[in-house]
C-alpha cells in the first residue's frame, strides 16, 4: 500500500467535472484507489463518495493505492488531481 | 374538456395543434413489504432499470458529444457515472435485501438517502449536485415503473408544449422543428420562457394558472400569443376563425420578407441599422432570416444562469466565437458584459439577500468588485473577435471611472494575449448601455471614453419614472413613451453625435412599429430588436419621411404628457 498527500489544484475544489475524471481514470487501473480527508473516505471509482468528501476550494487529501502496480496508479491519481480543473 | 383561459400574452403568433403535456408522471409506491424470496426478482428488476436507463444516457451522451453543447455532454456523462455509481448500487441493494423494499420503493428511498447526504454538506455547489442525484434516480425509476419521459430536444411530432414552468436550459434546447407554441403556468412577460419565445418567434402564453389539470396530452389546443389567450378543445368556429387569422398573417409575413435584402432606409433619408437582441447562438439563424443587419445586444446571462459554475473562458470564447461566425464579418455582435444581480440570482455565486435589487450590486459593479469574473469574460471577447465583428458593451454604467476601470482591464487582456501571440481585433469597439439617469446626465463625458452607445430603454424607463414593471400596483405608470424618457433618449442622441459616436436603441421600444418613427425623428442610428419585429419595423421606416419623423420627434419632445405623445404617435 502507497500513499501521498496531495493538493486539489483546481480553486474550486473537487468538483462533478473533475471527479468524473478521476473516475474514469481509476477505472482503468488494476489498484484500488482510495481517498481520504478527515474522517471520510472514498472510493476514486465512485463519484457520488468523491462528491460527498465535499471538498471545496484549497482542500487536501489523502490519495492510497493498493494493489497490482499500486505505485504507478498512486502517481496517476496524483497528477490528475495536481492538474485537473473544471 | 372546452376551455377558454385568459392569461398573459408572452409572444406574438398563433399556434393550432396538439399539446403535449409535461406533466410528472406519478409513479406509485406499493409499500407492502416483500418476502426474503422475492428479493432475488426485486434486485433483477434494478439492475435491469439501470441496464436500460444507461442505455439511454449512452444514447444522449453521442448525441450531444455530436451536437455543439461540449457542456451538455458533460452533464452527460457525469450522470453516467452517477447511474453506475458503486455507492449508488449498494445503497439501493441495501432497501431490498434488509428493508425489504421492492425495486420501486428501493430506488425512491435509497435516492432520497443518498440526495439528503448531499443537502448536508457544506460547499454550496456541491449541495446543488443532490438534484443530480434526484435525476438519475428518477430516472431509474422511470425505467423500472416504464414511465417514458418526454426529451424536449428531440419532440416526436408537432406539438404545443404545455408546462408548468420550463427552465432557461430546457427552453434552449426545444426541438424548435417540432414545437408549435408554448404555454405555461407560471411565469410573466418578462420572463426567461417569454423573451426567448419572442426572440425565436415562437407563439408562447405564460402564467396560466391551473393549466395542468385541464388540459388532455394530445388534445387539440389553440394558442393566441399576442392575446394571451388558450383554448382546449376548441369548436369548429373557433378553428375556423383561428386558422383564417393563421392564414392572413402568414400572407403578412411574406410581404414583409421580400423586404430580406432590402435596407431600413427613410424616404429620402438616412439609412438606419436593424439588428437582433438575443441570448444563445440557438437565436442566430432567426435572426439572419429575419433579415437582421447585426446583433444589437447579446446578453449573455444564460452562460452564467444554465451553469453549475462560472463559465470558463474557454466555454465563453466558444459561445462568442459561435455567434460571432454564425453572423459573419459584415454583422456587428454587441456584447452585453454579465449583467446579473439580486434578482437573476446565480446557485455558485453567493450573492447578498437585498432590499433594493434593483438599486443593488449587480451588472458591472459585481465585475468591478470580482475583476476575474470581467477579466475572463473581456478574454474570452477578445479571443473570439478575431472570427468575426465584435463590440464590447458595459451595462450599468453611472460614472466615468466605471468606463475607465473597465477599459483599463480590457487593455490589460488585450496586452496578455498579445504576449500568448493569440490574435484579437485590434479595433474593438466599446460602449456604453444608457440605462441609469447618471449615464443619460453624463453623457457627454461618458461620449468621450467609448465608441458608441446603447439605449436600454426598458431599465432606463424603470429608472426615470422610479416604476417597478414587476409590481402590479404601478406597472400601469411604466410607459417608455413617457416624454421624460423621450426628452432623455434625445439628450443621449445629441451629446452622442456632437463627439461623433453612433447611438442606438436597444430596448422593446426599439421594436415597437409604433414608435419606431419617433425614434427616427431623434435621429437614432441603430434598433435592436426580438428577430420577428425586425420585417414590420423595416417596412414602417421604409414608407416614413425624414420631414415628418423630424416634425413628429420634435413635437413629441415639446408634448407636457404621455396623453399627448400617444396622440401624435395616433395621428401619424
Redesign the interface.
Known sequence: MVERTVHIADP??L???VA?GL??LAQGLPAEITLHAGEKRA?A?????L??L???QGSQVLLRAEGPDEAAALDAAADYLATA?? | MRHMIQAIAAADGIAIGPALVLRQQEITLDRTPIPPIAAQWELDRFTGAVSSARRHLEGKLSAAQQATGRERAELVAVHLSILQDPLLEETIVRHIRDGGKNALCAIADGTQELVALFQALSDPYLRQRADDVGDVGRRILEHAAGVARVELNHLPADCILVARDLSPAETVSLDLGHTLGLVTELGGRTSHTAILARSLGLPAVVGAPDLLHRAEDGALLILDGGSGIVILDPTLQQLEQYRREQALRAQQRQTLDALHDLPAQLLGGPQIQLCANIASPAEVPAALQHGAEGVGLFRTEFLFMDANHLPTEEEQFSTYRAVAEGMGRHRPVTIRTLDVGGDKALPYFPMPKEENPFLGWRAIRICLDRPEILRTQLRAILRASAFGHLRVLYPMIISLDEVLAANALLNQCAQALRQENQPFDPELEVGVLVETPSAVLLADVLAAHVDFFSIGTNDLCQYILAVDRGNPYVAKLYDPLHPAVLRAIHAVVDAAHRAGRWVGVCGELGGDPQAVSLLAGLGVDGLSMAAPAIPQVKARLRDLSMADALALAQAALAAPDLAQVRRLLADT
Open positions: 474550486v475544489g468538483h462533478a467535472r468524473n473516475v474514469q472510493n471509482k465512485s463519484i457520488l463518495s462528491l460527498m465535499d471538498l471545496g480543473r473544471e
